[in-house]
């Protein structure tokens, strides 16, 4: 079984830029969650997809976006760069996204805005 | 809304010592808890959980966690610790109202040096 897949893995943009990212989740998992981890900040929630729909977000701007397909493919995508987007981007996925669910992770997406 | 303290960000040992890394979480009901582990290169991954029952818990690579309520607290132990052990650790809180989102602590930094 294959796990998450995050696309790309790397990534460059300056500020003002947007930028899209993509996680494919395990087959079958219905929940997909995406966090910001940065050195001083841990491993910080956005937002939790399930069924194609925002259940959760945390508190990001709204520069930060998301989505979900009927497929369970999720994006994000973060407009107007700045600088302190700089991050490494974290999707997680599983079942029915249930509290005591285990989460699976994906390798991320390192984003540098310069 | 929960939050997760993590007491130490970094941790060095030398093989074989034991290892006990603090995780302390502010929610007044009930919580689910989660040790992560990420190893160097490679993706986020569960270690151990804690829903109820024995507060005694046991996780993969000889790790195991105790629940202690009154002190809102759930430490990660292992007696001897092995090179490769190395990685960053995360202890996670869920709560069971709602559709509650996994919080995770800013992370502990183990180095063991052989």
């Known amino acids: 079984k294959a796990g998450v897949t995050q696309t790309p893995r790397y990534l460059i943009k300056t500020r003002g830029q947007q930028v899209t990212l993509s996680c494919s989740p395990i087959?079958?998992?219905?929940?997909v969650s995406w966090y910001q981890q940065t050195p001083g900040q841990g491993l910080q929630f956005l937002f939790e997809?399930?069924?194609?729909?925002?259940?959760n977000k945390g508190n990001f701007p709204g520069r930060f976006s998301g989505r979900q397909f009927s497929n369970s493919r999720s994006e994000m995508n973060v407009s107007t760069l700045e600088l302190g987007d700089s991050a490494l981007y974290l999707c997680a996925s599983s079942g029915g996204g249930g509290t005591r669910e285990k989460l699976f992770f994906g390798s991320g997406t390192q984003l540098s805005v310069l | 809304a929960q939050s997760v303290s993590q007491h130490n960000h970094h941790v060095i040992l030398s093989e074989a010592a034991s290892l006990e890394l603090g995780c302390n979480y502010s929610y007044g009901g009930t919580v689910n808890l989660f040790w992560y582990v990420q190893y160097p290169g490679q993706h986020l991954q569960l270690l151990l959980k804690y829903f109820s029952g024995d507060p005694l818990v046991k996780g993969i690579k000889g790790f195991e966690a105790e629940f202690i309520k009154s002190k809102f607290s759930f430490n990660l132990r292992k007696p001897s610790v092995q090179w490769s052990d190395t990685a960053e650790y995360f202890c996670a809180v869920t709560t069971n109202s709602g559709y509650s989102t996994l919080t995770f602590g800013k992370g502990t930094m183990l180095l063991v040096s052989p």
């Open positions: 087959s079958g998992h219905r929940s």
């Open positions: 997809y399930f069924s194609e729909t925002q259940r």
